[in-house]
């Protein structure tokens, strides 16, 4: 079964607040192989969707959406960069559903992320796009 069309347009309660770490940032440069910046303190780029699949992860686990985690590929992402992430920044996520569009059975969700710091400081806007197939009937 297809989702739901009116799912396009609705954004989801923002994440909770995320301290960025030198730590977080240490972590995060190993996994991804990259050079540590300004000695440790300025994440790489692609940080914030450490902060930004927590609100994917609330859209597909969302009751009544009917996302199937089982049944998703993360099909494409990207992100719009305002400021580099810090050691000591807060962050949150909020996403909204910018599209839901269904082909030969798969949902395709794009899904627009803007990460803030607590303060409400623009930091990136992660795109995202989901491909979801439904369990047969």
Aim: hydrophobic share 45%; glycine share 8%.
């Amino acid at each position: 079964m297809a989702l739901d069309p009116g799912l396009a347009g609705r954004t989801f309660a923002p994440t909770p607040p995320y301290t960025v770490s030198r730590e977080k940032i240490a972590e995060f440069t190993a996994a991804v192989g990259a050079e540590p910046l300004d000695g440790g303190s300025i994440a790489p780029p692609t940080f914030p969707i450490v902060v930004a699949f927590q609100a994917l992860t609330r859209l597909m686990t969302e009751p009544g959406v009917g996302i199937e985690l089982h049944n998703v590929v993360h099909a494409e992402q990207r992100f719009d960069v305002v400021r580099p992430v810090r050691a000591g920044d807060e962050l949150f996520a909020e996403l909204t559903v910018d599209s839901v569009r269904s082909t030969a059975g798969t949902d395709l969700i794009a899904t627009r992320t803007s990460v803030r710091t607590t303060s409400g400081e623009p930091v990136a806007t992660a795109f995202a796009t989901l491909a979801h197939r439904a369990a047969a009937a």
